[in-house]
């Protein structure tokens, strides 16, 4: 008897002491951070390349203990690399009122995002073509365009090449290139230099041709392609075909070898790209030059080369991990966005962030390096400047 009682209160000693500390088990549960990406679609080469970087991010912020002792687990959802999907898929996201969501992976996409996160939760759009205003819920990603066709334009001029024609799509990504190009160019710095010829095309076009032959009639000295995912390919293509054969820098969103290799029969012989620091190895200080090697030994075990698209996900996923560190799992969203605008000194792969300056994405065009691709090499990405675009 005395032995089926003290069995009964132990059983319910038990029973009382996992009913006392509710956070035991829940401290365990994975904290789901949504990602919209384009995983299919014209920009799945880029989609694809963000969700493989966070993946790995994933393992390695849970192998330094997740956020707050809660493993962290991206949970991607595929918009097609089309707006309307993105408004359909947030609305079941935003149901659930997260912290923050990260994505799309291109400006339009992320564009149409954006209105739907007006009042939270945080928008960290991986693209960064997209221009929040200071104090928003949205983020932007890395280094803008116009920063980058600024530092483009320097390298430009620094190599005594003064006519540019400009070839961009009809997209939200086509059409920040194009006015870029026009600040970049309206600069003092660069008033040797002019705009010969300017065409656009459609997303889905198969030809390029009548572009390509008035580009090709103003005898420009380089050509900016300003396109983002498969579309690039038409535009290569009609340049290789209508022979012309001068340097072509196009947007750093297509800095995917697998993508790249593709078109290998009709690049340029000079094909470049406003690339970040990360990729060239450079860095500003040793807390920056920390976070990059991190980076290049996570990507390179993996059989992945470090290249900029592949990097470009980590410093906005990283940041918002770091917040939640700090603030804990239970963070608003409004918490969450008040943390990131004050946020300064803060090492990411593409430079020392500070949002104070209120431009939402914590970076300029220091950390601009321009990089050529050929994929003739076995290392096909070299840096061809300084930071900031400067030759000499």
Same mark, same amino acid.
Not at 91 to 98: D, E, F, N, V, Y
Not at 348 to 361: A, E, K, P
């Given at each position: 008897?005395?032995?089926?009682?003290?069995?009964?209160?132990?059983?319910?000693?038990?029973?009382?002491?996992?009913?006392?500390?509710?956070?035991?088990?829940?401290?365990?549960?994975?904290?789901?951070?949504?990602?919209?990406?384009?995983?299919?679609?014209?920009?799945?080469?880029?989609?694809?390349?963000?969700?493989?970087?966070?993946?790995?991010?994933?393992?390695?912020?849970?192998?330094?203990?997740?956020?707050?002792?809660?493993?962290?687990?991206?949970?991607?959802?595929? !918009?097609?690399?089309?707006?309307?999907?993105?408004?359909?898929?947030?609305?079941?996201?935003?149901?659930?009122?997260?912290?923050?969501?990260?994505?799309?992976?291109?400006?339009?996409?992320?564009?149409?995002?954006?209105?739907?996160?007006?009042?939270?939760?945080?928008? @960290?759009?991986?693209?960064?073509?997209? @221009?929040?205003?200071?104090?928003?819920?949205?983020?932007?990603?890395?280094?803008?365009?116009?920063?980058?066709?600024?530092?483009?334009?320097?390298?430009?001029?620094?190599?005594?090449?003064?006519?540019?024609?400009?070839?961009?799509?009809?997209?939200?990504?086509?059409?920040?290139? *194009?006015?870029?190009? =026009?600040?970049?160019?309206?600069?003092?710095?660069?008033?040797?230099?002019?705009?010969?010829?300017?065409?656009?095309?459609?997303? =889905? !076009?198969?030809?390029?041709?009548?572009?390509?032959?008035?580009?090709?009639?103003?005898?420009?000295? $380089?050509?900016?392609?300003?396109?983002?995912? *498969?579309?690039?390919?038409?535009?290569?293509?009609?340049?290789?075909? $209508?022979?012309?054969?001068?340097?072509?820098?196009?947007?750093?969103?297509?800095?995917?070898?697998?993508?790249?290799?593709? @078109?290998?029969?009709?690049?340029?012989?000079?094909?470049?790209?406003?690339?970040?620091?990360?990729?060239?190895?450079?860095?500003?200080?040793?807390?920056? *030059?920390?976070?990059?090697?991190?980076?290049?030994? =996570?990507?390179?075990?993996?059989?992945?080369?470090? =290249?900029?698209?592949?990097?470009?996900?980590?410093?906005?996923?990283?940041?918002?991990?770091?917040?939640?560190?700090?603030?804990?799992?239970? $963070?608003?969203?409004?918490?969450?966005?008040?943390?990131?605008? $004050?946020?300064?000194?803060?090492?990411?792969?593409?430079?020392?962030?500070?949002?104070?300056?209120?431009?939402?994405?914590?970076?300029?065009?220091? !950390?601009?390096?321009?990089?050529?691709? !050929?994929?003739?090499?076995?290392?096909?990405?070299?840096?061809?400047?300084?930071?900031?675009?400067?030759?000499?």
């Amino acid at each position: 008897m005395y032995r089926s009682r003290f069995l009964v209160a132990a059983a319910v000693a038990a029973m009382l002491a996992c009913m006392a500390l509710p956070h035991s088990s829940s401290a365990a549960d994975p904290y789901e951070i949504d990602v919209i990406l384009p995983l299919t679609g014209g920009g799945a080469f880029i989609g694809q390349t963000h969700q493989k970087t966070l993946t790995l991010l994933e393992a390695v912020v849970n192998k330094d203990g997740g956020i707050g002792g809660r493993p962290v687990t991206f949970v991607f959802h595929d !918009d097609q690399s089309n707006p309307a999907v993105d408004v359909q898929l947030a609305g079941p996201i935003l149901a659930k009122k997260p912290a923050v969501v990260l994505g799309s992976s291109l400006s339009a996409l992320c564009r149409a995002l954006q209105p739907l996160f007006a009042n939270g939760p945080v928008q @960290y759009c991986l693209s960064p073509a997209i @221009y929040p205003p200071k104090g928003a819920f949205s983020f932007a990603n890395s280094i803008d365009t116009d920063d980058l066709l600024q530092a483009t334009m320097r390298y430009f001029r620094e190599r005594w090449i003064t006519r540019i024609a400009r070839l961009t799509t009809t997209d939200a990504s086509g059409q920040d290139g *194009a006015a870029a190009v =026009t600040h970049a160019l309206a600069l003092p710095a660069n008033k040797s230099m002019q705009l010969v010829a300017t065409e656009q095309y459609g997303p =889905t !076009d198969v030809s390029v041709a009548a572009q390509v032959s008035n580009i090709k009639a103003a005898q420009p000295q $380089a050509v900016v392609l300003w396109v983002s995912g *498969a579309p690039v390919a038409t535009g290569l293509r009609g340049l290789h075909d $209508a022979g012309i054969d001068v340097p072509v820098v196009t947007s750093s969103a297509n800095m995917v070898d697998s993508q790249l290799k593709g @078109y290998q029969s009709f690049v340029p012989r000079e094909l470049l790209f406003p690339g970040i620091s990360f990729a060239a190895g450079l860095s500003r200080s040793r807390q920056v *030059a920390s976070a990059q090697k991190l980076f290049v030994d =996570t990507m390179k075990s993996n059989n992945i080369d470090p =290249t900029l698209q592949v990097g470009l996900p980590w410093d906005p996923a990283l940041i918002v991990i770091e917040a939640l560190k700090k603030l804990g799992p239970n $963070a608003t969203s409004t918490q969450l966005r008040d943390y990131i605008v $004050a946020l300064h000194d803060f090492p990411g792969i593409t430079g020392l962030y500070d949002f104070r300056t209120g431009n939402q994405r914590g970076v300029t065009g220091e !950390d601009v390096v321009m990089m050529r691709w !050929d994929g003739t090499k076995t290392d096909p990405w070299a840096a061809v400047s300084k930071l900031g675009g400067a030759t000499r």
